[in-house]
């Protein structure tokens, strides 16, 4: 007969990690754990183009990272001057990419891609009334941005005088899905945990315009913080821990096919066993440096998503009513500055709306750009976001 | 004293849509008591009622051979009329 040594207890895959399936009782768990906010390091930051990275600390459950970015910019225009583009400040974290236990990626998205996620699940967060420079006009609404942050020059803005600018914003990366169930967090606790997190920053060419000698030079850190629960240990002496089995995905993708009239953008990625969230996107367009697209009836006609043949479940008249109905969700107008669009399926009720990437075949947005608008290399980027179980797909 | 819990919602009464689908994806089952440090039955043919480990085997080899000789060889007697057939030079 073929040995047989030894039985192991019944176990649950958390995220790759086995965990004894009776110290899965999320009740439990949220009587007993505490909120830990974690200093997971300050790191002079990597430059233009540059990067930085954090192996996280193993310990507790991880449902968010929060990262600062506080420096000082120096503009010196010489004989030339100085302009900065659409992509500052945001997109300055031109890739936040967070890697948890071998599922490689399961946020990768530019900065601007972040902030508008936080406004989107957080719509009691709201940028109104917060003043900011964009195209050299002051704004106040649909800045994503903090009272608390400043961006040092205007975004999008040319002839940036001389100066030395105080430089501080923020992104969260949105670990978990939902920072009150914990739904997507990372069980973080044991050595075999892997979590890496790595913001790769934009170049000095995509950020800023130069003529003649003029120079930018941007020197700063990077500080991350993490939020985290603890472990508790339950009156029998195991370990408590939730539901960790989910994974919580953000993905950006990006692709070049545009045109005038109506376009079929097909969404990467799907797959069975997924449920798609949401999904924003955002053209930019012109030539260097590119601009991102209003969200409005001028360069927007119908939009919507779509899959099989022909279903189109939700169709918007133009760019105005998607806008409209977008900061009716979100409190905050976010297609007005950057552009954004969102289809949404989670924002009022999930368990209604979410979509099965398992039954809908061949998802797309459907993006009708209007005839008036004068397309030079435009570029759509669009950032998925998905739940799922460990191991359904990533 | 009155218990107080906090209800969480599972995923597929939070988000439905692929949680919703039967057969979900077997990370999310408890896994039974599992034998480790030894060979997949599968993988020694012990599954076999033809293996030589299987108890089954033998029952049939022995029932053969029972069940074999006696259909070479029957004897039946009714009264005083004795009828017999064999096989062989017998």
Redesign the interface.
């Known amino acids: 007969?073929?040995?047989?040594?030894?039985?192991?207890?019944?176990?649950?895959?958390m995220q790759g990690i086995a965990v004894p399936?009776e110290s899965v009782r999320?009740?439990e768990f949220?009587?007993r754990t505490r909120r830990r906010t974690f200093n997971e390091g300050s790191q002079t930051w990597g430059g233009f183009g540059g990067q930085n990275t954090w192996e996280l600390k193993k310990s507790d459950i991880v449902a968010a990272a929060v990262i600062r970015f506080t420096g000082s910019l120096v503009t010196l225009k010489g004989t030339g001057a100085i302009g900065s583009t659409a992509r500052w400040p945001y997109d300055m974290a031109k890739a936040v990419r967070f890697t948890a236990n071998g599922a490689s990626n399961v946020i990768n998205a530019s900065g601007g891609k972040l902030k508008a996620r936080e406004v989107m699940k957080k719509s009691d967060l709201n940028d109104r009334g917060v003043s900011q420079t964009f195209a050299g006009a002051t704004v106040t609404q649909g800045t994503l941005s903090a009272a608390s942050e400043s961006w040092g020059v205007g975004s999008n803005t040319s002839n940036i005088a001389d100066g030395t600018y105080a430089v501080d914003v923020y992104w969260v990366v949105p670990i978990a899905e939902?920072e009150i169930?914990l739904?997507g967090a990372i069980f973080g606790a044991t050595s075999s945990t892997d979590l890496t997190l790595q913001v790769d920053s934009e170049t000095a060419a995509n950020l800023f315009t130069t003529t003649g000698t003029a120079a930018v030079t941007l020197t700063g850190s990077m500080q991350v913080t993490t939020i985290k629960y603890s472990v508790p240990i339950g009156a029998d002496g195991q370990i408590v821990v939730?539901?960790l089995?989910?994974f919580h995905s953000y993905i950006q993708s990006a692709t070049t096919a545009l045109g005038t009239g109506e376009n079929e953008v097909r969404l990467i990625g799907q797959g069975?066993?997924?449920?798609?969230?949401r999904t924003l996107f955002q053209i930019w367009n012109g030539s260097t440096p590119q601009a991102p697209l209003v969200m409005n009836d001028t360069n927007y006609g119908k939009l919507a998503w779509r899959y099989g043949s022909n279903e189109t479940p939700d169709e918007y008249l133009s760019g105005g009513v998607l806008r409209k109905l977008n900061e009716r969700m979100y409190n905050s107008d976010i297609g007005a500055v950057w552009g954004y669009g969102c289809m949404d399926f989670?924002n009022e009720n999930?368990?209604?709306d979410?979509?099965?990437?398992?039954?809908t075949s061949d998802l797309r947005l459907v993006i009708n750009i209007q005839s008036g608008v004068t397309l030079t290399s435009p570029r759509i980027e669009y950032a998925q976001e998905t739940?799922?179980?460990?191991?359904?797909g990533s | 004293m009155p218990t107080s819990t906090w209800a969480v919602p599972s995923p597929a009464a939070k988000y439905g849509g692929a949680f919703m689908t039967p057969g979900a994806p077997a990370t999310r089952d408890d896994t039974p008591l599992v034998q480790i440090a030894g060979p997949a039955p599968e993988a020694t043919g012990m599954h076999s009622v033809w293996h030589p480990n299987s108890p089954l085997m033998w029952v049939g080899v022995i029932l053969a051979g029972a069940v074999g000789l006696a259909a070479f060889s029957t004897t039946v007697r009714v009264g005083p009329v004795k009828a017999s057939a064999s096989v062989g030079n017998g």
């Open positions: 007969m073929p040995a047989v040594t030894a039985t192991t207890g019944p176990v649950r895959y399936a999320p009740p949220f009587a939902d169930d739904a939730p539901d089995s989910l069975a066993g997924k449920t798609m969230l989670a999930a368990f209604r979410a979509v099965d990437m398992g039954t739940i799922f179980q460990a191991g359904a």
